[in-house]
């Protein structure tokens, strides 16, 4: 164990109250906390309360104390101290806590909650510093989306002073069952060298942000800890409630990109005739349904995203590419606009709840790219919403790409004179005629408009982890063929990755038995 420094030593002020003034505090408190949770059930915010720190006891304790005091039904509760569930291991770390995202009027409480997450994680593959400024980076970004999206997320690290910490341990050592938090528990940081516990102090400083702050509180004293975050709780609910509507203190960024039209330097006469679309089409079909039964024994999963202006043949394509992945670990989820249970979250939560288990495909008709395409064009989102959205959707791919994921976008682009003979077309044809509605047309006075925001979206989230690929479909054999060849390509890439990494592995594995054998 190390010497307490930096923001964990300045926590160290030994404040202490006697139960006497403990218990004088704590009805007017449960009536202000009460008071205010009633009132956040009818407001369009919600609550994140984050509990953490290397006092584990202690911050169970408060868990415990924050449900006698308030009204369990309407918090939900997320304990992450300890291993994960499997379902949740299989997944980004950050997605299992997407997923649980309290809805608007409610409260949700995370015991160990992301930071212990990650620092398990790191724990057990053997993180690098730079590893750990990572996961710190993705957390900070993660705090400000919710911050941004009008969640109130309030944070407390429970800290013990090293010789205090090292006490109790002893204790519970000598005494598990009086001291069962700590014996049953098998948080192995608790007991690690003074490197990883400068790197648990460093993951707490870079995520100690403006709009998501560390509330660090020395915990030596459990009555003045309690009612100190009990206190801060209903201060901060109560400013919050004063405003629900809060304007974001940000300004929406700016782009710089001042690109020519992407969209408009796709050439559009590409085409294959019926000949060549055949025999390729079985042959890709063939090649990538090995593949992506090799994938799927590998536990590598694939998002794939088709975007497209109306009638661009984005159904077709899919039909096609589904028809090459096996049948059993596919599935394909049409996106049209949010319920009334998805409008009370972050608008990306409701695919952060659809991401794929390992080996296993999710394909996208329409996505998370709605927020900067019909929502910016149709006014749904505020400017400040769509304008943020980009770093968001960035961030989100990032993380499905550095968990294995291979992320694939397709644009299919069309004309407006094709669009217009296809809508046509579907108004004569008569198991077509569904897919033509009012809103088509709606969309096809916009022409322009959405075009330009295309534009801006295929600039924006255009990276090397999850790129664009731009078809295109004025001719639909063409279109399908590019796209399975761009999906082969793409998964044939990350099998060879896999392949390098578990080489690599060996070698190194190889490596320190050598070492090991020489000493």
């Known amino acids: 164990?190390?010497?307490?420094?930096?923001?964990?030593?300045?926590?160290?002020?030994?404040?202490?109250?006697?139960?006497?003034?403990?218990?004088?505090?704590?009805?007017?408190?449960?009536?202000?906390?009460?008071?205010?949770?009633?009132?956040?059930?009818?407001?369009?915010?919600?609550?994140?309360?984050?509990?953490?720190?290397?006092?584990?006891?202690?911050?169970?304790?408060?868990?415990?104390?924050?449900?006698?005091?308030?009204?369990?039904?309407?918090?939900?509760?997320?304990?992450?101290?300890?291993?994960?569930?499997?379902?949740?291991?299989?997944?980004?770390?950050l997605g299992r806590y997407w997923r649980r995202l309290p809805a608007d009027g409610q409260i949700g409480v995370y015991l160990g909650g992301w930071p212990t997450s990650f620092l398990r994680v790191g724990l057990q593959e053997e993180w690098t510093k730079a590893q750990f400024e990572r996961a710190a980076e993705h957390i900070?970004?993660?705090?400000?989306?919710?911050?941004?999206?009008?969640?109130?997320?309030?944070?407390?690290?429970?800290?013990?002073?090293?010789?205090?910490?090292?006490?109790?341990?002893?204790?519970?050592?000598?005494?598990?069952e009086k001291h069962w938090d700590f014996a049953q528990h098998d948080w192995e940081l608790l007991q690690q060298s003074d490197e990883l516990f400068q790197q648990i102090e460093a993951l707490v400083r870079r995520t100690h942000t403006l709009a998501a702050p560390w509330s660090i509180i020395e915990s030596t004293d459990q009555y003045y800890a309690t009612l100190t975050v009990g206190r801060h709780i209903a201060d901060a609910l109560a400013a919050r409630l004063e405003q629900p509507d809060l304007a974001p203190s940000l300004t929406p960024p700016v782009s710089n990109l001042s690109p020519q039209s992407l969209l408009g330097q796709i050439d559009l006469t590409l085409s294959a005739d019926q000949d060549t679309y055949s025999s390729d089409l079985q042959s890709l079909q063939s090649n990538l349904n090995q593949l992506a039964h090799k994938a799927q024994q590998a536990g590598v999963s694939c998002v794939f995203v088709f975007e497209g202006v109306d009638a661009a043949g984005k159904g077709g394509a899919i039909r096609r590419l589904v028809r090459a992945l096996p049948v059993e670990y596919v599935r394909v989820i049409a996106i049209g606009a949010p319920n009334e249970a998805e409008k009370a979250h972050h608008y990306l939560w409701r695919f952060w709840t659809r991401i794929p288990k390992p080996g296993h495909d999710v394909v996208f008709d329409r996505s998370w790219y709605g927020r900067v395409l019909v929502e910016r064009v149709e006014g749904f989102a505020t400017e400040f919403e769509w304008s943020r959205?980009?770093?968001?959707?960035?961030?989100?791919?990032?993380?499905?790409?550095d968990a294995g994921m291979v992320v694939c976008k397709f644009w299919l682009q069309i004309d407006a004179d094709e669009q217009l003979q296809r809508f046509e077309a579907r108004a004569l044809t008569p198991y077509k005629k569904y897919k033509l509605t009012e809103e088509d047309y709606r969309n096809r006075e916009k022409w322009d408009e959405y075009q330009l925001a295309a534009d801006d979206m295929v600039a924006r989230t255009n990276t090397p982890y999850a790129p664009w690929h731009l078809i295109a479909a004025n001719d639909k054999r063409h279109a399908r063929l590019q796209v399975l060849r761009t999906v082969t390509a793409a998964l044939q890439q990350r099998l060879d990755d896999v392949d390098a990494a578990a080489d690599e592995g060996g070698d190194k594995k190889n490596g320190r038995k050598q070492k090991k054998s020489k000493s």
């Not at 911050?59 to 499997?86: C, K, P, S």
């Not at 980009?390 to 790409?401: D, H, T």
Request: charge should be negative.
């Open 140 to 176: 900070s970004r993660f705090e400000q989306q919710l911050v941004d999206d009008g969640t109130l997320v309030l944070k407390y690290w429970l800290h013990l002073p090293d010789d205090i910490l090292q006490k109790r341990l002893k204790a519970a050592e000598q005494d598990p």
């Open 1 to 93: 164990m190390n010497e307490s420094s930096g923001l964990f030593a300045a926590a160290e002020i030994g404040n202490t109250i006697s139960k006497d003034v403990f218990d004088a505090q704590i009805e007017a408190l449960r009536v202000d906390l009460l008071n205010a949770q009633f009132d956040l059930r009818h407001e369009n915010f919600s609550v994140v309360l984050l509990i953490a720190g290397d006092d584990r006891p202690g911050a169970v304790n408060l868990f415990r104390t924050l449900h006698d005091w308030m009204d369990a039904r309407y918090m939900q509760n997320h304990i992450t101290f300890g291993a994960e569930h499997n379902e949740d291991a299989e997944r980004p770390v």
């Open 389 to 401: 959205a980009y770093e968001e959707i960035n961030e989100f791919e990032e993380s499905l790409f």
